[in-house]
């Protein structure tokens, strides 16, 4: 079966099960995102709601799922709303909860009710992790290759740490594409840039944000949910590898590896991002008291190109660190 689900959760769960996870995100912004928001429109959804959740609306309808894991705390609140819509399209969803106390009690609990519905053994989910380990390995090693050898763009960085929260569906072909790139990768003179800059928050909805900052000589270097996403961590037990990724928690377990990571690459900059009607808006209050480096907190709304407005805060901004 098809399971789409609306963030990253224990999708070791899912493989074991026999079943192709799909982050509806992913198919949402490399799709024709504006025709997704659009339609979700369409059928009712307001202006003044994410996109991000207008359009999982519209993939979950039109890209065949069997059914739709929604992340119903440790993400966003319009989720349950959106379930909602889905279950009344005759949608089966599943409902998945990280506990905002970071109890493992709770978070192992809601793993083993995931097991549960998809009738999957314990130790056939340590085996899947087991082999989605070996990739993450991977994915640290590409993640290197971008702040400590410079050898691998923000936007490369982004795309293959972000499209690890489901391997596009396929482990194997995931591992084989990715061995090829770094491979590549390893082969490349350095990036000659004249910043390193860090990119905090969600993944952007603005679709040439890197290659913008790449024409200005800036790199990101560190990405900051979309590594969350590749599980760095490499705990042993499941349990405390979802409670050490920081996402579905509190800002400040978020802030102590922002923290962590400016330190060890070395960081000039960070870009903090939003989704515009998100709450995690609020969050870049602490973001901007708490790190010590310059901040630009920048805001995305509809799919699509920087607006003019963005691009000039950014040159403006590049300008004041160059002076």
């Known amino acids: ?172 072909d995931f591992e084989k594409r990715l061995d090829e790139f770094i491979f590549e990768a390893e082969g490349r003179k350095s990036i000659k840039t004249d910043f390193r800059f860090g990119f905090l928050g969600v993944p952007p909805i603005i679709t040439n944000l890197y290659d913008f900052l790449l024409e200005h000589k800036v790199n990101i270097v560190f990405n900051e949910i979309q590594r969350q996403f590749s599980m760095p961590y490499l705990e042993k037990d499941i349990v405390d590898q979802y409670l050490r990724y920081t996402y579905p928690y509190s800002i400040f377990d978020r802030l102590k590896d922002i923290k962590t990571e400016i330190s060890n690459r070395k960081l000039d900059a960070v870009l903090s991002y939003s989704q515009s009607f998100c709450h995690r808006q609020i969050d870049s209050i602490l973001i901007k008291k708490y790190v010590d480096i310059p901040v630009l907190t920048i805001e995305g709304d509809q799919p699509g190109d920087l607006d003019a407005r963005t691009k000039l805060r950014i040159e403006s901004f590049l300008d004041m660190l160059k002076y």
Request: charged content about 25%; glycine content about 6%; hydrophobic content about 40%.
């Open 1 to 172: 079966m098809k399971i789409g689900f609306t963030t990253s959760f224990p999708v070791e769960v899912v493989f074991a099960a026999g079943h192709t996870p799909i982050d509806m995100n992913n198919i949402f912004v490399t799709g024709n995102a504006s025709d997704f928001v659009e339609q979700a429109e369409f059928d009712g959804y307001p202006r003044n709601i994410c996109s991000w959740i207008k359009g999982m609306y519209s993939v979950a309808l039109s890209s065949g799922m069997n059914a739709v894991i929604g992340v119903v705390e440790g993400d966003c609140s319009n989720t349950h709303s959106l379930m909602s819509t889905l279950i009344d399209k005759n949608i089966e969803v599943i409902s998945f909860s990280f506990p905002h106390t970071k109890d493992r009690k709770k978070l192992a609990d809601e793993i083993e009710k995931l097991e549960q519905y998809f009738d999957v053994k314990h130790a056939k989910v340590l085996e899947v992790k087991t082999r989605l380990d070996k990739i993450r390995k991977k994915l640290i090693r590409l993640d290197k290759l971008t702040w400590n050898e410079n050898k691998v763009t923000g936007l490369e960085n982004h795309l293959w740490l972000v499209n690890s929260s489901d391997f596009n569906g396929d482990p194997d």
